[in-house]
Structures are given as C-alpha cells and as structure tokens.
C-alpha cells in the first residue's frame, strides 16, 4: 500500500473519531471512538470490497426481519460470534473459587412454578429422570441459605416448552436452598439440541462450516441478597460436543458427571420410578459477593 493511501485510510478515521469528541456522556463517547476505530482497522485489515458491504448490509437486514417478539436473531449472531460470552466473561470476574458464568440463552421465562426441596421441575416433559443436588456457598465457603434457584431446560427432543406453541409450562421451575445451603430436585438429564438455524445465521454457520448443535446442559440462575446473580450451565461429562459448543458457551468447571443408575436402583428419595433407569449429578454452586 502507498504512503498516500494509508495516509488517507488513517484521516478519515481520525475525522470519524474526531467527530464523536464533543459527546455530552462520557461513557457513550469511549464507546463510539472505540468502535469507531476498531470497525476501521477491521475494513482496512481484510480490505473490504464493496460488493462484500453490500452483503453485510443485506445479511444484517435479513437479520433484523427474521427477530420478533418470539425471537432474537441478533443475539443468536451474536451467541455464535462469541460475542455474547465473551461480554459474560468481561462482566463475571474471576473471583476466588466462586463458580463460573456462561450464556444466559433465549429460553428463560419468567414466573417458573415453584417447586419443595425433592420436588420435579419436568412437568411432564419427556426425558430420563435426573436426580440434582448440590450446596449454594459464598467465597468463604459459608452457606447461603434462601437463595434462588431457578433451572430451565430442553426436552429429550431437544425443545424447551416455550418452543412448542402451546402455552405449556415443562423443564423448568425454581426453589430455595435450605438454612444449610443445600438444594435438591428431580429433573431430566440434559440432551443436545440444535440453536434456530434456519434464518440468517444459520446460513451462516453453513457457510463456515460449523454445526448448530450446543452441547448438553442445565441451566441455573442464583440470586441471593449481597451477592453476584449467578447464570450458568452444567454440561454432561462425556459428551461429544462439549469441544464444539455453538455459542462457546462451555467451560470445563462446569463439566459434570450424570452418573447412570440401573432401572430398580434405590432412589435418594425412595421415589418409585417404576423400574425407569434414571441418572444422578451433583453441583455445588459458589457465589462471589455482590458488588
């Protein structure tokens, strides 16, 4: 590149950045100038053609029609970009030992039934019956006793209810850890599912190569007074996927082993599961404090 051109390039983005100099919010300022340079330096890095902008235009139009009030296809682009959690990592700083955060996902509703200690959150959704217990701590490793513990997740079919259509409410619910910290539930154990592909990002992910597929998981979100909101996952130990999560959403603390029972294997609550083979897993969960 001659001199006169890259003299060029770095004016106009200097004039652009410039013009975000007299921004009233300072915040809002950083943010422009920042992204200002850094879209720059991306058109100049891989030399964008016109014809290509033309197509990122046209993508991201397709983008915004294909969102409603069902679905986010821009956070999808942004979940399969990393994007999304990477802004999770940024917000969730390690802290000690306290457990890790992922993706928050599209799927969560509010007003989950509440469900006793013991009590199952399938509601009639389809799927091997997984036992789920587990502590709820702070840092210091001392009990945190009523907080709440909302889970949510897919069908054996790979679908959450609020996929269906039909106003049901199955694979989810919420409870409170007990004056101890502990918590328990049945569930069903986690199956990998395919994120919507079938509008723009999904032509995406098929033009790159990539799969669709996240792997197998539970979520969890933990509140309790004076410390961090905790939204995570646990991921099936085992699973082929975990290596190629859509939304890189995995994290290997967060890996688990849903331990296989045989069908007649004494329940940790005597329930009857009427000779059905059933799986059990334990996660202790640790909050950092709050900020």
Not at 217 to 234: D, K, N, Q, S, Y
Not at 253 to 264: H, I, M, R, T
Request: hydrophobic share 35%.
């Amino acid at each position: 590149m001659s001199t006169e051109q890259d003299d060029r390039e770095r004016q106009l983005t200097d004039r652009v950045v410039a013009s975000f100099d007299d921004t009233p919010d300072p915040r809002l300022k950083e943010v422009m100038q920042a992204l200002t340079r850094h879209l720059h330096a991306f058109v100049r890095e891989v030399r964008l053609t016109e014809s290509e902008w033309q197509r990122a235009i046209a993508f991201l139009t397709a983008t915004g029609h294909a969102t409603d009030d069902r679905r986010q296809e821009f956070i999808l682009l942004s979940d399969v970009l990393g994007a999304s959690m990477q802004t999770v990592t940024v917000n969730n700083r390690a802290d000690a030992d306290a457990t890790e955060a992922t993706v928050f996902g599209p799927f969560f509703v509010e007003g989950s039934p509440r469900i006793e200690h013991g009590g199952d959150i399938s509601f009639g959704a389809s799927g091997r019956p997984c036992w789920v217990e587990g502590t709820v701590t702070g840092t210091g490793g001392q009990p945190v006793a009523g907080a709440r513990i909302e889970v949510w997740e897919a069908d054996d079919d790979g679908f959450y209810d609020v996929q269906y259509g039909d106003d049901r409410t199955a694979a989810r619910g919420h409870l409170f850890s007990d004056d101890d910290g502990r918590y328990r539930f049945w569930a069903i154990e986690p199956t990998p599912y395919p994120i919507p592909h079938d509008g723009p990002v999904g032509e995406l992910l098929r033009a790159t190569g990539r799969s669709p597929m996240r792997a197998s998981h539970l979520h969890f979100m933990v509140e309790a007074p004076g410390w961090r909101t905790l939204v995570t996952h646990i991921f099936v130990r085992g699973d082929a996927l975990l290596g190629s999560d859509s939304v890189f959403g995995v994290r290997d603390s967060l890996v688990k082993d849903f331990e296989p029972q045989a069908p007649g294997t004494a329940t940790p609550d005597g329930r009857d599961l009427s000779g059905q083979a059933w799986s059990r897993v334990r996660f202790d969960i640790v909050l950092a404090p709050g900020s």
